[in-house]
């Protein structure tokens, strides 16, 4: 310890924490010390040393390990898959960024995957009935177990799974004519209920139920708190947000649900005016988006792209303002941080106008539309928080939640306020924490009141 300017300074020796990687594997070199076999068999593999990591795999950091360890060690990878759910999930996108991971495709009905987490007991059953109906019409043989059906199987091999519709669509397809309505309508009908989509939500849902204490409760209360935030609290947003809401709010509902599984109305949604300092939006949203609304926005800007559809454009204000912004651009846009810097900065960043400007609505006024859009509305996973971006989390095997940057819990935060309330030595501190604790057991009460549940 020395004394500097009237301070003391402790210096601190970590001869183990600050060794680099090099530094260990020369110790190794230079020592008789035993190294584990294991990483033999990651370096025969061609594991990077740097990403040779030896722990418990059931953390975030080290999730993206788990598809080597099925490699190496298909042993003891079989036991933790018997033994922890989901871990197939984390195996498979383990080293997928955000923007490569989907969502499981559309399939048919099989009996079961009509009922989905978050739907209520009686929609299932009434729905339930419904498959029923249909399969004594065209004399299918079933067993209904309580909103589940089995069938026959039309072959030993047990994983060629049964789809009971298709072979009564086809035939269906086979003898009808263009000019018999009421067949169409019934293929049409069938087609509906023989079509499995699964959107993120419902993904997110299933992934969440399937997942073992204490796990699921910690992930359920961390969603609960993030849509009640966004709900009855506020957050910042670019300006990107604001324009998508805009667009998808004035854009039909039933264009909006075929193409991003969302429909949005203007009372869904609630700006605040601007930070002063950022230059970002204060928005409140009365729901989670499926993805980020910046990418549900592009999606639709795709589709009217592609179909050419002049109405949409025309009955879209904001969509109409954007794409002859970008046309006199030159299909060019700014972006996000632009945006923000033009709020406040000194120096502002345009685009000079191109002339000529495309005409309405010509060949090359789409291409600049969709140009632009693609700058202008790129996906932004931390604008808000949507089904996508909690399904990803579940898929990281994040459990605190802080690979996509949520925000503590009102029980984490009051865990924090209680043990400053504890252990502080400042009583301005202290009483500061137990105000903090109080106004926080309330709003836990309340959060657990609306969800449903007994507190």
């Known amino acids: 310890m020395s004394e500097q300017k009237k301070s003391s300074v402790i210096h601190v020796c970590s001869p183990i924490f600050d060794l680099s990687t090099p530094d260990i594997w020369r110790a190794f070199a230079a020592t008789d010390f035993d190294v584990s076999e294991i990483y033999e068999k990651m370096y025969e593999a061609g594991i990077p040393v740097e990403n040779q990591r030896v722990g418990s795999l059931l953390n975030f950091c080290a999730t993206k390990n788990i598809g080597s360890v099925k490699v190496l060690e298909p042993d003891l990878y079989a036991r933790i898959n018997a033994r922890f759910q989901n871990i197939e999930f984390m195996a498979q996108f383990s080293k997928s960024g955000y923007y490569k991971i989907g969502k499981p495709k559309d399939t048919m009905w099989n009996g079961r995957n009509h009922i989905k987490a978050g739907v209520p007991l009686e929609e299932v059953k009434k729905l339930s009935d419904e498959y029923e109906a ?211 900065g000194k120096e502002k960043v345009e685009y000079p106008v191109v002339e000529p400007v495309p005409e309405e609505f010509s060949e090359k006024y789409w291409e600049n539309a969709l140009s632009g859009a693609e700058v202008w509305f790129k996906e932004n996973i931390h604008s808000t928080s949507s089904w996508k971006r909690f399904c990803i989390a579940i898929l990281k095997n994040d459990v605190t939640l802080k690979y996509l940057g949520f925000a503590p819990t009102a029980t984490e935060r009051l865990a924090r306020a209680r043990a400053i309330e504890a252990f502080s030595k400042q009583q301005e501190e202290v009483e500061k924490a137990k105000k903090e604790a109080k106004k926080l057991a309330q709003q836990i009460a309340k959060e657990n009141e609306e969800a449903g549940v007994a507190y």
């Open 134 to 344: 249909v399969l004594v019409k065209y004399g299918i043989k079933y067993v209904r177990k309580g909103d589940e059906f089995e069938f026959e199987k039309k072959s030993d091999i047990a994983v060629i799974p049964v789809y009971p519709l298709k072979d009564v669509i086809e035939e269906l397809e086979a003898k009808a004519s263009a000019e018999d309505e009421s067949l169409q309508q019934e293929i049409k009908y069938l087609k509906s209920l023989n079509h499995i989509h699964t959107t993120w939500k419902d993904y997110c849902l299933y992934m969440l139920n399937t997942t073992n204490e204490p796990i699921r409760s910690i992930w359920r209360e961390k969603m609960i708190t993030s849509i009640q935030s966004w709900k009855f609290g506020t957050g910042s947003v670019p300006d990107p947000t604001i324009d998508a809401l805009e667009i998808l709010s004035d854009l039909p509902s039933e264009f909006t649900l075929k193409v991003t599984d969302d429909a949005w109305e203007r009372e869904d949604w609630k700006t605040f005016g601007r930070l002063p300092i950022s230059g970002k939006h204060v928005l409140s949203i009365a729901k989670y988006p499926q993805e980020s609304l910046e990418k549900e926005a592009l999606d639709c800007i795709k589709e009217v792209v592609k179909n050419k559809d002049v109405e949409l454009v025309k009955s879209v204000p904001k969509m109409r303002e954007l794409f002859d912004l970008w046309n006199k651009q030159g299909g060019k846009s700014i972006t996000a941080l632009e945006a923000q810097k033009n709020f406040f």
